[in-house]
């Protein structure tokens, strides 16, 4: 599967963006997604995940509350609407799919997903 991530941009600090992530074929429902993030100098780390059906998700703790991922099996796609954004978000954001043979223990645990975007960078100015 190839994904499209964009929506990234420059926002103040306690504003929004809605990042999109756009999959071709027609496999996308058979992949749990996930959005990640990597900030210079710093490792990438998972920020939200969501299941095949999109009824279950998961997130980090630095984004809950503040961060809602959703995704349209329909459409092929998967976003993430962050609101209160902080300087400390700012970073190269990625969105993934998970291998289908993980089960959702480890989609929520693990960086080692088999497909991912180019990344679009989201900068807050403080």
């Known amino acids: 599967v190839q994904l499209q991530a964009y929506g990234g941009g420059l926002v103040q600090a306690g504003g929004s963006l809605r990042l999109s992530c756009a999959a071709s074929?027609?496999?996308?429902?058979?992949?749990?997604m996930g959005w990640f993030r990597q900030a210079p100098g710093k490792e990438r780390e998972l920020v939200a995940a969501i299941s095949r059906s999109g009824g279950s998700t998961s997130y980090a703790d630095f984004v809950k509350g503040r961060f809602t991922i959703s995704r349209d099996n329909a459409k092929s796609t998967v976003y993430l609407q962050m609101n209160s954004l902080k300087p400390e978000d700012t970073a190269v954001y990625y969105c993934?799919?998970?291998?289908?043979?993980?089960?959702?223990?480890?989609?929520?645990?693990?960086?080692?997903?088999?497909?991912w975007g180019q990344g679009t960078q989201v900068t807050v100015s403080s």
């Open positions: 074929g027609r496999t996308f429902s058979t992949y749990s």
């Open positions: 993934a799919a998970a291998s289908p043979s993980y089960p959702w223990s480890i989609v929520v645990r693990t960086t080692q997903y088999d497909y």
